[in-house]
């Protein structure tokens, strides 16, 4: 798999944002310690930073590229970032707040991690993870579709498989570990500009391990088999692209 391309996945920022924004804003209390999971090129760190000034912030992402783009950006002397897999990394003491936004979709045996992950948290301290839950619509059914066909599936096999956690699955999970839990499932309809800008969108996330997989040649022919099948589904309207997008969320707090 090819390294993420901070400049392309912040193509989108104000849109992918936006679940960390409505995440964040369900989370009570003053934590002192936070770490943010899978922080990307950290341009969400304001966000906590505007919530919680005075908490230390750590940004952790197994991004090369994203975890050279947030230290060269954010020189703030409270937030720091380090170059782990979530799947083994632990924090040096325990966590106030663990916050994630749409990384777990990438974690095998996420549910797991996750549990690990809660077994750091201090006591009265919150774990708030956002995942995407829009993997049966068109832009990923499509996407397994093409992926499928005869000239690209030796290539791309379980590179394209469905990644959706419920909400339902979350709530159990940390029930069963006695925290006190908000689960809930939200759908964006966000209106995208461009020629083909659910193909922009997609290519610097779900798409990417798909199209990282294919040789230079095949992957232009696949693009454009793709694309076409992608406009078809999300017609340009006058005022934009509409893409249905619908995310699932927990915020999850230990108690004391």
Do not use: K
């Not at 090369?64 to 703030?76: C, L, P, Q, S, T």
């Amino acid at each position: 798999m090819t390294d993420w391309d901070p400049t392309r996945y912040l193509r989108y920022a104000d849109e992918r944002s936006r679940p960390f924004v409505d995440l964040v804003n369900r989370v009570q209390g003053e934590p002192r310690s936070i770490v943010d999971l899978g922080c990307g090129p950290g341009h969400l760190t304001a966000v906590l930073r505007a919530r919680w000034p005075e908490a230390t912030v750590l940004g952790v992402d197994s991004s090369v590229e994203m975890i050279e783009r947030a230290r060269a950006e954010d020189a703030d002397p409270l937030a720091s970032y380090e170059l782990a897999d979530v799947s083994t990394w632990e924090p040096p003491a325990p966590v106030d707040l663990m916050v994630s936004n749409a990384l777990f979709q990438w974690v095998p045996d996420r549910l797991d991690v996750i549990e690990h992950l809660a077994g750091q948290i201090a006591p009265g301290g919150t774990f708030a993870v956002q995942t995407p839950n829009n993997f049966s619509e068109p832009s990923h059914r499509l996407l397994s579709e093409v992926a499928s066909r005869p000239a690209y599936r030796d290539l791309t096999d379980g590179l394209h498989e469905n990644r959706g956690t419920a909400p339902e699955a979350y709530l159990d999970l940390f029930s069963r570990l006695g925290w006190e839990v908000d689960a809930w499932e939200t759908a964006y309809l966000h209106v995208l500009q461009g020629e083909n800008p659910v193909l922009d969108w997609i290519s610097g996330t779900g798409a990417r391990p798909v199209l990282a997989a294919l040789p230079a040649g095949l992957r232009e022919q696949f693009v454009d088999e793709y694309g076409a099948a992608l406009r078809e589904a999300y017609p340009s309207r006058p005022y934009g692209t509409v893409m249905p997008f619908a995310r699932v969320f927990a915020v999850a707090r230990r108690a004391r």
